[in-house]
């Protein structure tokens, strides 16, 4: 049977369908050669695998890196697709991750700076810097410690009582510090420690009134003798401000009249004088050359009173300049009187109110010539404190700066240290001074106004005389 079959088969057929036979194995061939290429790089990429397992479970002290969990990730989601895509792929979708993460990061990074840069703007706040540069007034002072003695009269704690007038201070900067002294009293310090960390709000007499207060029990009628200290100092400072406005407006007004004459009025004169050949007189000469001078060196006069003035304003901060220019205060003809009233004024009161809380008579000086202005008052108290120290009388030390302590003030001081009732009898002494200075700063404006009035005529009838005269000459002549 089986050679009738093969006989029957035409050749034609046969043929035919060798050539097919040979296209098959061709193709399978490529195929298998494909598939053992495959197989080849999953066996590379198993092993490669396998590797690096092993050596991520040798090294274990180390812990793995986000890029690490990432590319394994990868991997495994590979092993599932039975390595059908190739190794190129692999690591194609490996860098893209990486970008992914890298843009990630830099937006976070831009979103972090741009939430830092608006706290940044939100933190610059111009008020900040005006509060820092705000000054606590001597008026918030003084509400503050009448308020202060009215709530502890009620009887609240100072930790209480300063919360609420830290609320209710307007003054922003005041308000900060109120509420620092609130959180040191309320961790245990004293009130008077918890003020020494704000020297230039508190100075040494507060403070020293303060503690005396506190170590006596007698807080409250302290604070009403510093309350009475701060309104009198109040007082004195306005009246003698209110005293000086006047003529420095006068003076001010005066300088620059001047100016705009010499600058804008007297160079259209000069031009008319130049046309006509006549001489001149010597005023209008002297006036002609200084507004030439002003106009043509302005800016650098300028500059050099700016310079002066800042080199005399430290000059005048040293030791040796105070002791000139306090010196030139006790010796001016009006302006002594009134140095020597407000110096002993503050010395009365301030000694007046150290005694009366109790405090030492030798701390109270040196607190009190801490407090007064002129140096020389300084000086004086700060060697008869030494002296009292020693034992001597108060008198005696007085009575060797009679050119500062007048004779009245010595007796009052002397009755006052007999009867053992100093600080009333300075009480009284510092009365007495404070309604003189407060009439002699009624009577400045009255005694300045004349004097004033006087140098301001002569400056106008000068500065006419050398307008006016070439005029009237060059009229004549025509």
Excluded: W
Excluded at 41 to 59: F, G, H, R, W
Excluded at 335 to 343: A, E, F, P, T
Aim: proline residues 3%.
């Amino acid at each position: 049977m089986l050679k009738n079959k093969k006989k029957f088969k035409p050749k034609s057929i046969t043929s035919f369908v060798v050539p097919e036979k040979k296209d098959q194995e061709e193709l399978n061939l490529d195929l298998d050669k494909e598939k053992k290429e495959l197989e080849l790089d999953e066996v590379e990429a198993l092993t490669e695998i396998n590797n690096s397992q092993d050596l991520s479970e040798e090294i274990k002290t180390e812990p793995e890196s986000e890029e690490e969990k990432k590319v394994k990730e990868i991997i495994k989601k590979k092993k599932k697709n039975n390595f059908k895509d190739s190794e190129d792929e692999i690591l194609e979708e490996i860098d893209k991750s990486k970008l992914a993460d890298e843009e990630k990061i830099n937006n976070n990074k831009n979103s972090n700076e741009e939430k830092q840069k608006k706290q940044f703007l939100n933190n610059i706040n111009v008020h900040k810097y005006l509060n820092y540069l705000q000054k606590v007034s001597l008026k918030d002072k003084i509400f503050f410690t009448k308020n202060l003695t009215v709530m502890l009269k009620a009887g609240l704690s100072i930790g209480k009582a300063l919360q609420a007038l830290a609320e209710q201070t307007q003054n922003k900067k005041f308000k900060k510090i109120l509420q620092e002294i609130e959180k040191k009293v309320k961790k245990g310090n004293s009130f008077a420690e918890s003020l020494k960390t704000y020297p230039k709000t508190f100075n040494n007499l507060f403070v020293s009134m303060v503690e005396s207060g506190e170590e006596t029990g007698n807080l409250e009628n302290v604070l009403k003798q510093i309350h009475k200290q701060m309104t009198r100092d109040h007082a004195l400072i306005s009246k003698i401000r209110g005293a000086m406005i006047y003529p420095i407006i006068v003076i001010s007004a005066m300088i620059g009249i001047g100016i705009g004459m010499i600058v804008f009025v007297i160079p259209k004169f000069i031009t008319i004088f130049e046309e006509v050949d006549a001489q001149l007189p010597f005023a209008t000469r002297m006036l002609m050359n200084l507004s030439d001078f002003i106009l043509a060196n302005g800016l650098f006069l300028f500059i050099s009173v700016v310079i002066i003035t800042i080199a005399l304003i430290k000059i005048f901060k040293t030791k040796k300049g105070k002791l000139f220019l306090h010196n030139i205060f006790l010796k001016l003809p009006i302006l002594s009187r009134i140095v020597k009233k407000i110096n002993l004024a503050r010395f009365s009161r301030t000694l007046s109110s150290l005694l009366k809380t109790d405090i030492p008579i030798v701390k109270a000086f040196e607190i009190t010539a801490k407090v007064l202005g002129n140096v020389h008052y300084k000086n004086a108290l700060n060697e008869a404190k030494e002296k009292i120290q020693k034992g001597e009388h108060i008198r005696k030390c007085l009575e060797k700066y009679n050119k500062l302590f007048p004779a009245v003030v010595i007796q009052m001081v002397t009755v006052g240290e007999e009867t053992g009732a100093l600080d009333s009898v300075l009480d009284e002494l510092a009365n007495f001074y404070e309604e003189d200075i407060d009439q002699t700063m009624k009577n400045l404006p009255t005694i300045i106004e004349p004097v004033l009035m006087l140098v301001l005529g002569v400056g106008v009838g000068l500065m006419a005389v050398a307008v006016l005269m070439p005029m009237y000459s060059l009229s004549q002549a025509f």
